[in-house]
């Protein structure tokens, strides 16, 4: 359902054989690749086949849409202020403001291969790259502040709760 619609009907449409319910539906053109990332507001974050980034609000709207990459988007996050930070097959980790204006871009070592982590500060940005080794970036303008190299291809690194960051790769 469109936004406009579900607050007309104020149903939603149950999916057979759950009891589930469909709440909206977006169709993007060109169609959604990767995964499908969770804002801190609710809100979707897409990657499509072409480089861009969709933002879609948590009632099915379009919100904004931004093109870090020419063709593919291995990595999008957002952080509790709303920024928006994406890595693209072009060796290149972006950063956009809540609106979806341009704040920094930086050349990262390798092209990032995996989804981007965020730190529980909200300080630092996680990827895996092309080089096998995990990176760590600075959100508030992407300087890098460390790598290490794992001996093989990175896997999607994942936060613990004492802040340890985990990531397996194929050594």
Do not use: C, M
Request: no cysteine; proline share 7%.
């Amino acid at each position: 359902y469109y936004a406009s619609a579900r607050v007309q009907q104020e149903q939603a449409e149950p999916i057979v054989g759950t009891d589930l319910v469909l709440l909206w539906r977006f169709q993007p053109n060109p169609e959604p690749i990767g995964q499908l990332v969770a804002g801190p507001d609710g809100a979707v974050y897409t990657q499509t086949g072409n480089g861009y980034v969709r933002v879609i609000d948590p009632n099915g709207a379009l919100r904004l849409t931004v093109k870090p990459s020419r063709k593919r988007v291995p990595g999008v996050i957002a952080d509790a202020q709303g920024r928006i930070y994406a890595t693209g097959d072009n060796g290149a980790l972006s950063a956009y403001t809540p609106g979806g204006d341009f704040l920094w871009s930086v050349l990262t070592d390798g092209t990032a291969t995996t989804p981007l982590l965020l730190s529980g500060d909200g300080q630092a940005l996680y990827t895996g790259t092309s080089k096998e080794q995990l990176d760590a970036y600075a959100t508030d303008d992407g300087h890098k502040l460390w790598s290490v190299a794992l001996g093989g291809v990175p896997g999607a690194p994942a936060r613990g709760g004492d802040g340890t960051i985990y990531v397996g790769s194929a050594d």
